[in-house]
């Protein structure tokens, strides 16, 4: 299977990893949270949805360009709608955090 | 206490066996060779200053920084695209291209250097089956159309990660690959360069060193 | 060739003139030890019946004699062992095995003879072999299963041998691209190859065969009004002198993947006796196409009848290829049994090779079309086969009149042709039913795929042409290709009408999977039981589990089931295709990667230097580390190493450390992102000064440790571990690119880039005096613990000099850049030669570690929180960083948790084991009294016992607690004390002097 990176091209998928679904976003954290923010941070790292079709999803292309990218997926035909690159990714410049 | 002696080692000195390998008496289908002590340093765009990365480059070496998937020649040191705002500045001749300190004061507060020098080793492919050999180890399409001279990829090799380039082609027409590897991979991958081309027929350059 | 009934002398069944083969090659080859010849061009199946051979196998259950039935890749009889020795290759198909001088081939299945096979009385038992019969017959008693009926059954299993020794053969893989991957070098593929070549399109033609042209190579015709050879020849010229087109032979393509990526295997040298010498036997290609083309053509299909499986009987196009293309006579008087058009154009074969044609036998009687003037047609099916293990002596007839028999030699049958429609179906693409052709036709093929010609159910040559030629300029003009296809080649379009016919409703045994043994009766026996599901019909039967896949018999068994349900076939539907189309072995699939290559290794930069010692090295990961450095007169691993620690602990030693991830991490915020990332602070870091740091996943487990130093405000150079480097790299870019983006910090791997080596010891200081330049203060106060900076050594070299320590003892970390790593290791062996140094490798090294109470890979185990490893007090308490969050909830903080302590056998002369587990003492051992285990351990030449470390409940309070190791493994219950992991210098006074 080849995957698209956004900077690199077509490539072989054996250069990418893949991590898993990119929805979920990183809680702001207060130091004094309490267990509100425990159960934030509690859906995000294991609550997911089990998607049959497209999902968005964290692609790592570590055998090229060590970029992180966002592909749209479907579970069930394997086939890449689209990628996109991760908002860091590069030396673009975001006024703040997560902003896409 | 006498003073000691530092002398460099490449690490392809057990490895590379120069001569004539392989299939053939005629003449080879692929060249290899390596040249060592080369010089590089990995320039990374801070946030936001691509302009200020672009004349610095253009001012230090000569060159622009290259476009995505391309290689941008300057006087003694060759730009390698490596990533998304960030390039390779690779030269054979250290001792003509700028030091990393030049380097560093020239990109300070615009780019981020890495001195990767010694975290690469250099290997050359040509011959008219060098795409043969390398059809073997690379999954990149190297079609003259796809992956011309000045074309350059990070992709990897044996699970490995490369930056490879192409250069302008030998003086028999044929196509002339260069692939920077990982120091600690490259005892290893030299052997797959050499087993992928000795149906061929390979001739090994002895190790030339960089000036 | 017409009326050429002279034949080869010694090839009592080869005609003396015709075929593609080359009468002044002959070769000479061996079948179960009788010497025959061959002609340059044959395959071993066209020798085989060109010599007049007929049994050459035994099925798999029944040990049943049989026969050659096809000429293709689809044989599911004629599996053959190929070649001796090491290059023994088992159940490889006579009928695309090209025939090489002194080719040596042994049947299969059979003992002590082929002809007097010994398991045939299995055949007697067959009623008791009926489908099913492994679940009905070995269930109980239970224990049976492991001691008596899986070892018996296992021993009767199975085909040929394999070699049992080492390949000697190499193989590779390689990549491909193309616009247009036309899969079938027949009429349609090289239609499609030469349409989407002639636009410019990058074209690969792949076909299995030595040589295209597929069916044309036997069947003939006549295209663009010259003899179809020609047109092949003409159009493989045309093709070859394209450059923007390759062809492929002796190349299958066995399957598709995502994205338009295909598998191929090209057999490089399997048509000689071994590979010439670098090259390989086969290889790999993965092709990446951005448009296909499919002109796979179809399979001919048997009728199901008793006695069909009896040697002799055989496919009509197989005959026809043997006839046509090989010149070679699978029978002197030979009876067709079809119940389709195509079928009857083996009559034309037979009769021009001048061979008797016994009868044709087809229910529906003579075709519309053709001169079949003095041919004997009976309108009926074959209800019988008479004949011996040597084949086919007679024919029942069952027609309107009652049975007749009649003689023959071989029977060539024809029930129609599958399309072979596998590569279309191999993501999940359902075919669909035409009744027309009475075949699966496909339906929806992976995108970018088109399936045309017989692949497509266009069963006429003139067609093929047509579909070819319109799919190949198709898919070169989607791939962007802008050039002219040309007109495509004309030939007839041959009329086809098809009666369905799968089988002879008859007493007897009838065979629907010849390989696996599955008759008619078994099919309807599944249905009965139950499994009236395609896919519980091919588990419960086994039917097209075999070799071959089933590519002869599984529409047939499908529709015989269709027709017990009383069911459509349509309805029926088939099973789920899955590649690999064809036999794929094993070593083709590894290629380079096998043995010392299995996967790349890394070296360190002293790695030379050591294995002139006469290191021993470990795998570390892909890491080849010293382990120890044996002396003359040592004998044992661990002499060596307690020397090694010795000398550290009393003198001074060295090792590479260079296999230890480094990471320059540089931006102005990258003080903000080390906080971010470790638990503990960074971007209050003196510049010059080093830090441990500890890194935790999100979930609050630790993730990894190490050492990172501050070189300049805007540079940091981190370390990891050994095993972690890549997982940490990989995460600190996601923390990088999509956590926090608003940071500017940029990242660079530099773990190649450095030799770095630690230096250990208390006459550490005496040895770096005598490297370094005496300029360098390197005093306590000059360079103090955790210091960190650019030092000038004797001789005009810089390196950076790390005042760490993981041995416990006065230390520091010297780096310089990798090309100068050997002369490191040697300037260290002269600089310290004074002091008695000791380079040590990694045992040593985790012996130190140990006992300093260090944790390392077994207690960062993926398990351990920073409490776990007594590191809690490191979090900062003012500021976020991953993990923090999830390492404070209730079961990762709970008071029971296993903790990281010392353990030490109460016997000084015991040794400890890691695994071992710990439970109370008078506890009796069980996971209700399970309190943890040992996770390292070491013989500690200090302390002058085995000691190690361990994760136990509670252990931070019972230091000085007498339990028990219980070590099921070994069999071992012994006591042990709990006690602090620190065992050496526990005030930490040797690193700090």
Redesign the interface.
């Known amino acids: 299977m080849r995957i698209a990176c956004p900077?690199?091209?077509a490539?072989?998928s054996?250069?990418f990893t893949y991590l898993g679904d990119a929805s979920p976003k990183r809680p702001d954290a207060p130091i004094d949270g309490g267990t509100a923010v425990e159960d934030q941070f509690y859906d995000y790292v294991y609550l997911r949805d089990n998607v049959a079709g497209l999902t968005r999803e964290y692609w790592y292309h570590?055998?090229?360009?060590?970029?992180w990218l966002i592909a749209e997926r479907s579970t069930t035909t394997h086939e890449f709608k689209s990628v996109t690159?991760a908002p860091g990714?590069?030396?673009?410049?975001?006024k703040q955090a997560g902003e896409r | 206490?006498?003073?000691?002696?530092?002398?460099?080692?490449?690490?392809l000195?057990?490895a590379l066996v120069p001569g004539r390998h392989?299939?053939g008496k005629a003449a080879p289908g692929v060249s290899l060779s390596h040249v060592?002590?080369i010089a590089l340093v990995?320039v990374?765009?801070?946030?936001?200053?691509?302009a200020d990365v672009a004349k610095a480059a253009k001012k230090l070496f000569g060159a622009e920084p290259p476009a995505?998937?391309k290689i941008s020649s300057g006087k003694v040191v060759t730009l390698v695209w490596?990533?998304?705002?960030?390039f390779l500045a690779f030269s054979e001749l250290p001792q003509t291209a700028p030091s990393v300190e030049q380097q560093e004061q020239a990109f300070a507060g615009s780019?981020?250097?890495?001195?990767?020098?010694?975290?690469?080793c250099q290997i050359r492919i040509s011959g008219p089956n060098a795409r043969?050999a390398l059809?073997?180890m690379?999954?990149?399409?190297l079609?003259d159309t796809?992956f011309p001279v000045g074309s350059a990829?990070?992709?990897?090799i044996?699970?490995?990660?490369v930056n490879f380039w192409r250069e302008a082609d030998d003086a028999s027409g044929n196509p002339v690959y260069v692939a920077l590897v990982?120091?600690?991979?490259s005892?290893?991958?030299w052997?797959?360069f050499v087993?992928?081309s000795?149906?061929y027929g390979v001739e090994v350059a002895a190790i030339g060193a960089g000036h | 060739m017409e009326g050429s009934t002279r034949t080869v002398a010694g090839q009592s069944h080869r005609l003396g003139a015709g075929g593609q083969i080359d009468r002044n090659a002959p070769l000479n080859f061996s079948f179960d030890g009788k010497e025959m010849t061959g002609f340059a061009g044959d395959t071993l199946a066209s020798a085989l019946v060109a010599n007049g051979v007929r049994l050459v196998g035994r099925s798999f259950k029944y040990h049943r004699p049989r026969g050659i039935l096809t000429a293709g890749p689809e044989e599911p009889n004629a599996l053959v062992e190929l070649r001796t020795g090491a290059r023994r290759e088992a159940n490889t198909r006579a009928t695309t095995s090209e025939l090489y001088d002194g080719l040596v081939a042994q049947s299969q299945n059979r003992w002590p003879s082929l002809r007097h096979d010994f398991m045939s009385v299995n055949q007697l038992a067959s009623p008791i072999f009926v489908a099913g019969f492994y679940y009905k017959t070995f269930m109980w008693p239970a224990k049976f299963w492991e001691a008596l009926y899986e070892p018996a059954i296992r021993r009767a299993a199975g085909l040929g041998k394999t070699a049992g020794i080492a390949d000697p053969d190499h193989y590779?893989?390689?990549?491909?691209?193309c616009d247009v991957l036309v899969v079938g070098g027949g009429a349609t593929g090289l239609a499609a190859a030469l349409s989407a070549g002639r636009a410019g399109a990058?074209v690969i033609l792949c076909d299995d065969d030595s040589r295209l042209g597929g069916r044309l190579q036997s069947d003939g015709g006549v295209i663009d009004g010259v003899d179809a050879l020609q047109w092949v020849q003409s159009a493989v010229a045309e093709l070859s002198s394209l450059p923007n087109v390759r062809i492929m032979t002796r190349t299958a393509v066995f399957g598709v993947y995502d994205s338009g990526d295909f598998g191929a295997l090209e057999r490089v040298n399997d048509h000689v006796p071994q590979p010439?010498?670098?090259?390989?036997r086969q290889r790999l290609w993965?092709i990446?196409a951005k448009r296909s083309v499919v002109g796979a053509g179809a399979i001919e299909r048997p009728i199901v009848f008793p006695g069909n499986d009896r040697p002799a009987v055989m496919m009509a196009s197989a005959v026809r290829t043997y006839v046509n293309r090989f010149a070679a006579l699978p029978g002197k008087r030979i009876a067709l049994f079809v119940n389709n058009d195509d079928g009857w154009s083996t009559v034309d074969a037979i009769r021009r090779a001048g061979v008797e044609v016994a009868a044709v036998i087809d229910p529906r009687g003579k075709p519309a079309t053709g001169d079949y003037s003095g041919i004997r047609v009976i309108q009926g099916v074959v209800a019988d086969v008479g004949g011996s293990v040597d084949g086919v002596s007679s024919i029942t007839v069952a027609g309107a009149g009652g049975n007749q028999k009649i003689d023959a030699d071989c029977l060539a049958m024809s029930g129609g042709w599958n399309p072979n429609l596998a590569l279309s179906c191999f993501h999940r693409g359902k075919p669909e039913w035409r009744d027309d052709i009475a075949a699966f036709v496909p339906a929806n093929a992976p995108a970018g795929m088109t399936m045309a010609g017989a692949a497509n159910g266009d069963l006429s040559l003139g067609a093929c042409l047509r579909t070819g030629h319109a799919a190949g300029a198709m898919a070169a003009a989607e791939a962007g290709a802008k050039g002219k296809s040309g007109n495509a080649a004309k030939a007839s379009d041959e009329a086809f009408s098809i009666k369905p016919l799968w089988h002879v409703q008859v007493k007897g045994k009838a065979f629907v999977d010849f390989q696996h043994d599955v008759t008619a009766s078994d099919v309807k026996l599944a249905q009965r039981e139950g499994y009236e599901s395609v896919e519980h019909l091919k588990r419960y039967t086994t039917l097209g589990m075999a070799t071959d896949q089933g590519k002869t018999s599984n529409v047939t068994g499908l529709a015989i089931m269709a027709d017990a349900v009383g069911r459509s076939i349509a309805d029926t539907g088939t099973t789920v295709y899955r590649p690999p189309y064809a036999p794929v072995a094993i070593g083709a699939l590894a290629?380079?990667?096998r043995d010392e290559?299995f996967?790349?290794?890394?070296?360190?930069?002293s790695?030379?230097w050591a294995a002139e010692r006469g290191a021993v090295f470990v795998d570390t990961g892909?890491?080849k580390r010293a382990q120890w450095f044996p002396l003359p007169g040592e004998t044992d691993w661990l002499q060596s190493v307690t020397r090694e620690v010795l000398a550290v602990r009393n003198g001074v030693g060295f090792c590479d450390v260079?296999t230890l991830g480094k990471v320059?991490v540089?931006?102005?915020d990258a003080g903000t992102f080390l906080d971010r990332v470790y638990i503990n602070a960074f971007s209050a870091l003196g510049v010059g000064k080093a830090r441990y740091g500890l890194m935790l996943r999100e979930d609050g487990i630790v993730m990894d440790d190490g050492t990172t130093s501050r070189l300049a405000e805007?540079?940091y150079f981190m370390t990891t571990t050994t095993a972690k480097a890549g997982p940490v790299m990989q995460h600190l870019e996601f923390c990088r690119q999509v956590l926090w983006p608003e940071l500017?910090v940029?990242?660079?791997?530099?773990?190649?880039?450095?030799?770095q080596f630690s230096i250990a010891g208390p006459r550490t200081r005496d040895l770096l005096q005598?490297?370094v330049d005496p300029s360098e203060d390197m005093s306590n106060e000059g360079f103090p613990f955790m210091g960190v900076r650019t030092v000038k050594?004797?001789?005009?070299?810089e390196a950076r000099l790390f005042r760490i320590s993981f041995s416990g003892e006065m230390a520091f970390e010297i780096a310089?850049?990798?090309?100068?790593?050997?002369?490191m290791a040697r300037?260290l062996m002269?600089?310290g030669e004074p002091f008695g140094v000791t380079p040590y490798g990694t045992e040593a090294l985790g012996v130190m570690r140990i006992e300093k109470g260090h944790v390392a890979g077994p207690e960062l185990n993926g398990t351990t929180t920073a409490g776990d490893l007594g590191l809690g007090k490191m979090a900062s308490k003012k500021k976020d960083f991953i993990g923090r969050v999830l390492s404070q909830r209730e079961a990762l903080t709970a008071p029971d948790r296993q903790v990281v302590v010392g353990i030490r056998p109460v016997d000084k002369t015991r040794r400890l084991r890691s695994g071992a587990h710990i439970v109370p003492k008078g506890a009796v051992p069980g996971p209700e009294t399970d309190q943890g285990y040992v996770t390292s351990v070491c013989f500690s030449p200090t302390q002058n016992q085995w000691l190690g470390l361990g994760l136990v409940s509670h252990g931070a309070e019972r230091h000085g607690e007498i339990v028990k190791a219980h070590d099921p493994l070994r069999n071992e219950t012994y006591d042990v004390e709990l006690c602090s992991p620190v065992f050496y210098d526990p005030e930490g006074v040797r690193q700090r002097a």
């Not at chain 3, 050594?793 to 070299?797: D, Q, S, V």
């Open positions: 900077f690199c091209g490539r072989d054996g250069e570590g055998g090229g360009c060590r970029s690159a990714a590069g030396a673009a410049k975001a | 206490m006498p003073d000691f002696v530092w002398s460099s080692q490449s690490p000195k057990k392989g299939a060592s002590d990995q990374m765009t801070r946030r936001g200053r691509n995505a998937l490596s990533g998304p705002d960030q780019a981020s250097l890495s001195n990767q020098s010694d975290g690469r043969d059809a073997k690379t999954s990149l399409d079609h796809v990829a990070t992709t990897s044996d699970h490995t990660a990982f120091t600690s991979f005892d290893t991958l052997h797959l087993e992928s000795l149906e | 590779d893989k390689a990549w491909a691209h990058r010439p010498e670098h090259q390989v993965r990446a290629g380079h990667n290559n996967h790349a290794t890394r070296l360190t930069p790695h030379h892909l890491w260079s320059d540089r931006g102005a805007d540079h500017d940029q990242l660079s791997s530099a773990t190649d880039q450095w030799a005598a490297l050594l004797r001789g005009g070299m310089v850049p990798a090309r100068y790593g050997e002369a300037n002269i600089a």
